[in-house]
């Protein structure tokens, strides 16, 4: 349509005559009012209480406001959060299955939730066997808030396969009732596949592992741990639960804590490794394989053997008391630990150390051992027959770790200073006494570092008053001729500790 045509099709304006008859009929068609009708007295008081409510909802939409603010910002927030996550885990989600299920493995814990990620995470959390091996099932008070862990133990079980099981099972509540039992139960229904098993147990649970048929095929390594209880502490007649590991074939070692006052267990003559008391433990003589022996026992235990105990193959040893050595044959023996008790005493009086010491040098002699390191926390130094009867059998030593006492006698540094004197040894570790360093002899101790090379650190407790703190800096001028100067805690470990085997 062109312009021209346009405009003759476009309808004209009417013509302003018919405008204004128009304008008039409109006019007269609006109805003409009544006279003014006033609101009455209730619909002014409507009105007064709908613009009294009218701050109300104002305040409110306020509030709204603020909270949608707040929920908007929130919501920005974790948008951020969750891109951050994303481009973290984007490059994690596409790393091979046999990666992560190696990460999984080294990271055992929250299998659950990192199966929540993703659904390939899940896939691999759920179809790998391998990561649901190591079983830890802890039994506190039963609350409302922790109902028991049967409904978890259903659900490992099956993923674990029939791959071999490392199970912990921690029971320190009320072992009678029903959920502690079931969960027991169904760990038992797999013992076969226990290849280790770390065990707080009281003996009534003990009781049911007895009683239950088959044999601990896989298990190689037990921890045993009896909860401290008067109800729990008695002594086991023979046919009991004394042999409740006895059926286990390839059982190696075993770790049993507070096992004094349960009387004499009966465990496999193949072990290699065993840390428990020294009257829990059935014919200790017959366990001829043994490598490694970790002995403890009470304090007023009066233990009286015939014959001495042969083991032709233990090369570690840690006592609690010297008066086991009195008791043992260790041919092959490389590596002792013994404490400072001494039928009941501690071994602080200079009778007591001259004491130690001949019973350390008949245990030499009658093992016939040659001995590698030697840990005490006596002062087997500053006994009068050390230098001339204790170091001629200990001439193949290379490490040497005692306590300093009360005895001030610089012979033992004095002696060392020769090179014919324990002439392999290497590592020398003294430590001190809590209440001071008066018996350390800097003079004689760098005399004896000047004339043989030997790697030297003392220690000394830490204490409350941070008083190690001076008496470190005291000892200082040591550092500069190269002894490690350490503070250690007054429970920490000196040689061989308990349970742990090398």
């Known amino acids: 349509m062109t312009l021209e045509t346009n405009l003759h099709t476009t309808p004209a304006p009417p013509p302003a005559a018919d405008a204004l008859s128009s304008w008039d009929a409109f006019l007269d068609s609006i109805p003409l009012l009544p006279q003014p009708v006033l609101p009455s007295e209730s619909e002014y008081s409507g009105i007064a209480l709908l613009e009294g409510q009218l701050p109300v909802y104002d305040t409110l939409i306020d509030r709204l406001d603020t909270a949608l603010e707040e929920l908007q910002a929130l919501r920005d927030m974790m948008r951020e959060v969750s891109k951050e996550f994303s481009s973290t885990l984007a490059p994690i989600r596409r790393l091979p299955s046999d990666v992560l299920r190696s990460v999984f493995r080294e990271t055992q814990s929250d299998l659950d939730g990192r199966g929540s990620i993703c659904a390939s995470w899940r896939d691999i959390v759920v179809s790998s066997p391998e990561l649901w091996l190591d079983i830890k099932i802890t ?11 049967s409904p978890l133990l259903k659900t490992i079980l099956p993923l674990s396969g029939q791959l071999a099981l490392d199970i912990r099972f921690v029971s320190d509540g009320n072992t009678s009732s029903g959920e502690t039992i079931e969960a027991f139960s169904s760990s038992l229904r797999e013992r076969l596949r226990w290849r280790s098993a770390s065990l707080k147990l009281p003996l009534d649970l003990l009781e049911q592992l007895r009683a239950s048929s088959g044999k601990l095929a896989c298990l190689e390594s037990l921890i045993l741990m009896t909860p401290r209880s ?12 004394s042999d409740v590991f006895i059926n286990a074939p390839s059982l190696c070692k075993v770790v049993w804590h507070q096992s004094i006052g349960y009387g004499s267990f009966v465990f496999p003559s193949q072990i290699t490794h065993l840390a428990a008391s020294f009257t829990s433990i059935h014919n200790l003589h017959t366990h001829s394989l043994l490598e490694e022996l970790h002995l403890e026992v009470k304090q007023d235990d009066d233990t009286a053997l015939l014959h001495r105990i042969t083991l032709p193959k233990v090369r570690r040893l840690s006592v609690s008391s010297v008066e086991i050595l009195r008791h043992l044959c260790l041919p092959s023996l490389e590596d002792l630990t013994f404490d400072r008790y001494s039928m009941g005493v501690l071994l602080f009086a200079y009778d007591d150390v001259e004491a130690v010491v001949e019973t350390l040098n008949d245990f030499v002699r009658s093992s016939h051992c040659s001995l590698m390191s030697l840990a005490t926390r006596t002062s087997i130094v500053y006994a009068s027959n050390f230098i001339q009867q204790t170091i001629p059998l200990l001439e193949s030593l290379t490490s040497l770790a005692f306590e300093i006492d009360n005895v001030s006698e610089p012979s033992f540094y004095d002696t060392s200073m020769s090179l014919n004197v324990l002439p392999n040894l290497q590592f020398l570790i003294i430590r001190l006494p809590k209440p001071g360093i008066e018996d350390v002899f800097q003079d004689p101790l760098s005399t004896m570092l000047a004339s043989r090379r030997l790697s030297v650190r003392i220690e000394y407790p830490i204490t409350p008053d941070n ?20 503070a250690e805690d007054t429970g920490s470990s000196f040689g061989i500790s308990f349970g742990n085997f090398a």
Do not use: A, M
Request: no cysteine; charged share 30%.
């Open 139 to 149: 039994f506190p008070s039963l609350t409302v808030d922790n109902p028991g862990r």
């Open 230 to 241: 008067r109800r729990n502490r008695r002594s086991l007649p023979p046919g009991d639960i």
């Open 467 to 486: 008083k190690h703190v001076g008496i470190l800096n005291t000892l200082e001028p040591l550092r500069q001729l190269g002894v490690d100067l350490r």
